[in-house]
């Protein structure tokens, strides 16, 4: 078999639901998801009704995964799919999104950090034993003014 018809042997090829999820990592609820969700395309049915999907759903669903792990919503991952295929002009988004993402994790971290200290502050502060009537960390996190209360502003 020559490289073309390998190619087009490869394209024709056609994989179910399971050998998709095994294949890419996933569950098949997960692959159910993301055609409900329009990410995937529904995929062609067997003569018994099986899903039927393209072999390179499974580059695809990868693809996926890869974007989740970096954060990237789904709703994100949709658009960097899109602009996978658009012009070289219009694949600057990608940057734009790459960036943006990267400010979203710096202001978690920042956020995180902050939560680290209050908790350091509060074990360090903490002298609690067996014998404790009270507990300064639960004091603390108690320590709400009446007012904050009344108006909910904390």
Do not use: W
Request: net charge positive; proline share 3%.
């Amino acid at each position: 078999m020559n490289r073309g018809s390998a190619i087009k042997q490869r394209r024709r090829a056609r994989l179910r639901i399971g050998d998709v999820a095994s294949r890419a990592g996933v569950n098949p609820q997960t692959l159910r998801y993301y055609e409900r969700r329009g990410i995937l395309g529904s995929p062609k049915r067997s003569p018994a009704g099986y899903r039927e999907y393209p072999i390179d759903t499974v580059r695809l669903i990868r693809f996926i995964k890869r974007a989740q792990e970096l954060g990237f919503t789904l709703t994100e991952i949709e658009e960097l799919i899109t602009l996978r295929q658009a012009t070289s002009r219009q694949r600057s988004k990608v940057r734009e999104l790459a960036a943006a993402k990267m400010r979203d994790i710096d202001e978690k971290l920042a956020r995180l950090q902050a939560m680290r200290s209050a908790l350091s502050t509060l074990v360090e502060g903490c002298a609690c034993g067996a014998q404790a009537v009270t507990c300064p960390i639960l004091e603390a996190l108690d320590d709400v003014s009446d007012a904050e209360a009344a108006d909910g502003t904390r």
